[in-house]
């Protein structure tokens, strides 16, 4: 199957450009609600995946033996922006690990929010690891790996212990045997995994819906992570980022999770119109982040019935303006309406 269009840019009444991609809704049972483009496309996870990075460390007890808090799992499972609360939320992590920002292998780069890094450039002020959308991730692995007693220096290697037992959970939340995931290097440094979109999918819904396979450790660690993400959505993205945004306009209904490269996975909670919940995975093909996979998402989540039509309406269609701030087009979603008559 060929990709399908999931938004259009407009420029006054002219199409000027579109971007493609894949789409697929699952049902905590496993049945595939709806799909657009190739469900099985092969994708990685980017960004998406910290909640399966981050569960090892709970189950593993690092969590609780660093009496790490509701917020600092919340952070553990963001891409974060960069913003005061997060710095400071990395620093009290790594405090409590008794380690430092310099033992993060993730790089460091300018906040994601830009006003905050421009506060920053303003006063000479260089970022530090805590500022990298992926510290809170990094530090739950630091810490995993300080409670196992692994070489904290090499965690991010993927033959170690810390990253082997991540590979193992995400085989678990996406159903699929670890010597079927493709991997790769992320932007953090770390391992990443690729799979079929319907199996990104399924993690989400695993998440969100722990089946009875899973053993007690897993499912309370599957809570943990999901209320730590509805209670602190800001924790997760920041000001004005798409998690953020999605998860403030429908409070305690679902979860978000943008990863690099045009990909994002959702996971409606269960509801009366879905007793079972909902596991969501979109990718951009041609990994746009900033326009296409905004109003796609936000359409989806209003056609599945979990964003009301009139929700986040500044995001979805998007303005396009001029250098003057003139509005002079849009971008739309163009889901066709079959996703909504399948559902």
Known sequence: MTSEILATVIRGDTVESIHRGHLAVIDGEGKMIASLGDPTVITFFRSSSKAFQAIPCITSGAADRFHLTEDEIALAAASHSGEEIHVEIGAKMLQKIGLSPSDLRCGTHLPFNRKEG??????????????NNCSGKHSAMLAFSKHIGAD????DDPAHPVQQAILKCVSVFTEIPVNDIAIGIDGCAVPNFAVPLS????????????????DEATRDACR??????IKLPEIIGGTDRLDTMIMQAAPGRVISKVG?????????LPSEKWPTGLGIALKVEDGDDVRGRPVAAIEVLRQLGVLNKNDLAELSPTAIKNRRGDIVGRVVASLPMELSKEV
């Open 199 to 214: 199996a990104l999918a399924k993690s989400f819904a695993n998440l969100t819906s722990p089946p009875d396979t899973f």
């Open 260 to 268: 690099a490269d045009g990909v994002w996975l959702a996971a409606a």
């Open 152 to 155: 904290i220096g090499n965690y």
């Open 224 to 229: 943990r992570v999901v209320a730590a993400m």
């Open 118 to 131: 421009e506060r920053m450039l303003a006063k000479g002020e260089k970022p530090t690891e805590l500022h």
